[in-house]
DNA sequence: TTTAATTATCGCAATATTGCAATAATACAA
DNA sequence: TTGTATTATTGCAATATTGCGATAATTAAA
């Protein structure tokens, strides 16, 4: 009687995790403008990408290691970070010798401008409460 | 020889991931700025986050059973990605009777943006190449 | 062609996030 | 007090991210 509970129990979880992508984000349940936004901003949600997008906002111009030098991570992990924004189109890299020069990528980089300027509306200022 | 050579290397690794914190992010190298900015980006980085937020800047206030209906992910899933906004500061809740009813900080939200806002500095319009 | 310099990729371990069922906690009504 | 409705928390599994050593790939110089 428990036992055959048991046996019912362990089959359910056995069915619901393996009809897979248990743990990942679904994507499938939000628009396309959600989906893009949440990317955009977990491009961002790294101080490493925040520091290396600073400094080429205030340089301009960058190669892979002086990031290095300049975050003090270890360098294939200034590289994956560096793979990350140029996924996400927010930066650009052309080889110049046998380093790498990064820059911001001006027309992605006023897209998430404008997207995140348009993201946050402006709210009435009310009280402490809401309802 | 060899054997003395895998020993010392395992040795080495042993060291490096018993003094911790492995795989975690090294806030520490990055300045208070930097982290706020990538914590504020991380509270935005999923759909369902930016879709409650949506809704509640076009709604103004919502109870949790509502996001739910509107979302389509379980109840716990949906009050977890709650208690993250509430914990970024971007939205608060009251309880109304046995519902809790959510809106935007209008104060957060104003911060949000305006650190959003000077993150995004104006680039040059510069070609294709970097260098 | 060999060597040096620089960057990208692989493989692994640790941590973090996502999602949900089950259950606990909370507030109201009977 | 007991039951009902709603939300929060717990515990677990799956996936994703972070970090880095080792190594491969790439480019320029010798």
Avoid at 4 to 20: E, N, Q, T
Avoid at 46 to 63: D, G, M, S, T
């Amino acid at each position: 009687m428990t036992e055959r509970f048991v046996v019912l129990k362990l089959l359910i979880v056995i069915l619901r995790c393996s009809s897979l992508n248990m743990g990942a984000t679904k994507t499938d349940l939000f628009t396309k403008e959600q989906n893009d936004m949440a990317a955009m901003a977990k491009a961002l949600a790294h101080p490493a990408r925040i520091a290396i997008l600073e400094y080429l906002v205030a340089k301009n111009v960058c190669i892979t290691s002086t990031f290095v030098e300049e975050l003090g991570l270890a360098q294939a992990t200034v590289s994956q970070h560096l793979k990350e924004l140029k996924l996400a189109g927010i930066i650009q890299g052309s080889i110049e010798g046998t380093s790498v020069c990064y820059c911001i990528n001006p027309k992605i980089w006023k897209q998430y401008k404008a997207l995140f300027n348009s993201f946050f509306k402006d709210v009435a200022p009310n009280g402490q409460d809401c309802c």
